[in-house]
């Protein structure tokens, strides 16, 4: 079974970064450690949060990982807590980084065209240089502009998603995939192009509804499915589906939580829907 850590905060409630990814990458039969970078009473878009940044844990924790020859299949970054953790995730990488791994980074820091509440206007460099290092990155449109520097359009055309992936390539990194594209109002989806020129697409129909928490469902998914061995294309395709199963079971469930997509219920369908791509492989 192949083992990946991933380095993000612990929201208690909320249902996003680790409290999304563990039950996500477990359930898709791979091993997920986890290395905390903050722990938040919830995440940051509700009114009332406390934040205990634990960069001073970092260090130790791969310390004792390292005397322990402790080695991962892959290394997956979210929400990191300050511009500073940035350049400590750059050093994990560095320590733990092996031939064969995989490193994919999402570069959690804005949407809708703004950056989160926590982070000033210093972090989207940082988290650039994050990036440089990676094997993989997914941000979203807005991450990626602030990430590149481009104005953040709400409508465009496939040249401008185009120039924002070759923009990301430019970063370093060996493969970009923007998530949240649409270019015409019925689709949603994502684009990736990688060094060699090799690109992908996948649209699905758009949902009018949008939950916190999905770039987080969509980064676990895609990070479980490389994992078990699934081209890019398929795992893209895979981690698109999940999500969109599990913003419709909110959209229908009579109960839904305002602040995060029910992916609980989804799990037996995703984990069906890996069965069937690796049936194929
Ligand atoms: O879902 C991304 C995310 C993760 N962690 C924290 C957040 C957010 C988005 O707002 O606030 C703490």
Redesign the pocket.
């Known amino acids: 079974m192949k083992r990946i850590v991933t380095l993000?905060?612990i929201?208690c409630v909320?249902r996003?970064?680790i409290t999304v990814a563990l039950p996500v990458i477990s359930a898709m039969g791979v091993e997920c450690g986890i290395l905390p970078t903050?722990v938040?009473s919830t995440?940051?878009?509700f009114q009332n949060f406390t934040c205990r940044d634990l960069s001073d844990e970092i260090e130790p924790i791969a310390d004792a990982w390292e005397k322990e020859k402790l080695s991962f299949d892959g290394i997956y970054t979210?929400?990191l807590a300050s511009a500073e953790q940035c350049c400590q995730v750059e050093d994990f990488f560095e320590r733990f980084r092996t031939e064969d791994g995989t490193i994919l980074v999402d570069p959690?820091m804005a949407d809708n065209g703004k950056l989160?509440p926590?982070f000033g206007s210093d972090f989207p460099s940082k988290m650039a240089q994050v990036c440089s290092r990676a094997d993989i990155i997914v941000p979203n449109i807005t991450e990626a502009c602030f990430l590149t520097e481009t104005e953040y359009r709400t409508e465009y055309d496939e040249s401008y998603v185009r120039s924002l992936l070759e923009k990301l390539l430019k970063l370093g990194c060996r493969t970009a995939v923007l998530t949240g594209v649409s270019c015409d109002p019925d689709h949603l989806g994502v684009a990736s192009l990688d060094r060699s020129g090799e690109s992908f697409s996948y649209f699905t129909h758009r949902c009018p509804q949008c939950y916190?928490?999905t770039?987080?469902l969509y980064a676990s998914t895609l990070m479980g499915g490389l994992m078990r061995g699934l081209g890019l294309g398929e795992a893209l395709a895979l981690a698109a589906d999940f999500v969109v199963a599990c913003i419709e079971a909110t959209a229908e469930a009579p109960d839904a939580r305002w602040y995060g997509a029910e992916f609980e219920s989804q799990i037996p369908k995703l984990c069906a829907m890996l069965e069937m791509k690796l049936k194929k492989l």
């Open positions: 993000q905060d929201s909320g996003c970064s903050a938040l995440h940051t878009m979210g929400y959690v989160y926590a916190h928490g770039g987080d």
